[in-house]
């Protein structure tokens, strides 16, 4: 399992050192929060974003995916993400899925299509590492508790933190835990005890309590946004694969259908047979259920 595997410290500090990198490289100090602002980064890093609501079937589960096309110039970057994740969840998908882009590991650059379990799991402590950094978390919890040492004693006053860090800092809330406790600010016994909150429960304390303080943000990090879509520049090479004769009609309407999109949007005329109209209906059924 993943979640079982103990990193090292020095393994630790080369993935802080690679997440304060990336935050440099864009601008982006160690106190400001990222956020949506990652959407951005994928845009800098000419990574074009397919968005999809994916649903989990059996053992298959897709949170996001990285995708590398090689070309005669610079490769074609794609990143596949899962819109029927809760909109905190598909930040922090995303934020692991650039640690495979910045470190080129993972799937898209290895032939061996097995994970590794290491990898993953620093991929994880990256995006943690990137969107809320340890100098941030720190500062943060010596204004709160004036100590680095949080107590169960402190349970209720605990929960209303978390709620507060989620709202300023969008990660979901076991990874806000994971970092209190990967960081030494809370013991195992407080870190059980907070982990199991099952915290998107509307009986749970943890719901009522992020609802109480900021309704607005606990509506938008607790939705499951089933975006379709894809970067205008993805759009763009679709739209230009067209004109040029790379793709037949069929094949461009199904296409557009996956992002809920029409040739008529853009302007196209076209008709397509009934048969057709029915086919592209049960392959959206079937990705529907993926």
């Known amino acids: 399992m993943i979640k079982n595997i103990v990193l090292s410290s020095f393994q630790i500090e080369e993935i802080k ?106 991929a994880d402590r990256f995006a943690a590492e990137l969107l809320l950094p340890g100098s941030a978390l720190r500062t943060q919890v010596i204004l709160e508790f004036q100590t680095e040492h949080i107590t169960s004693v402190q349970y209720l006053r605990v929960l209303r933190f978390i709620a507060r860090l989620q709202c300023e800092w969008w990660l979901p809330y076991r990874a806000i835990v994971n970092r209190l406790f990967e960081e030494g600010y809370i013991q195992k016994e407080l870190f059980q005890r907070l982990y199991k909150m099952e915290d998107r429960n509307e009986d749970s304390l943890y719901f009522r309590i992020f609802k109480a303080l900021d309704p607005n943000k606990h509506m938008l990090l607790n939705k499951r946004t089933g975006k379709k879509g894809v970067s205008g520049r993805a759009m763009e090479i679709i739209l230009l694969n067209y004109e040029e004769g790379l793709m037949p009609d069929d094949e461009f309407v199904q296409l557009l259908a996956m992002f809920g999109k029409s040739p008529e949007d853009f302007g196209y005329e076209m008709s397509v047979a009934s048969e057709d109209l029915e086919e592209i209906k049960d392959l959206l059924g079937g990705m529907n259920k993926c």
């Open 17 to 122: 050192k690679k997440a304060i990198e990336v935050r440099k490289v864009f601008g982006v100090y160690e106190d400001v929060p990222i956020a949506s602002d990652i959407f951005m980064l994928l845009e800098k890093n000419n990574i074009i974003l397919c968005e999809f609501p994916f649903q989990s079937s059996g053992k298959s589960h897709i949170d996001a995916t990285l995708t590398r096309f090689e070309t005669n110039g610079e490769p074609i970057i794609f990143m596949g993400l899962n819109t029927s994740l809760h909109f905190d969840e598909q930040i922090f998908a995303i934020a692991h899925e650039l640690y495979h882009f910045i470190t080129k590991t993972g799937k898209s650059y290895t032939e061996d299509m097995e994970e590794d379990p290491l990898n993953e799991r620093q």
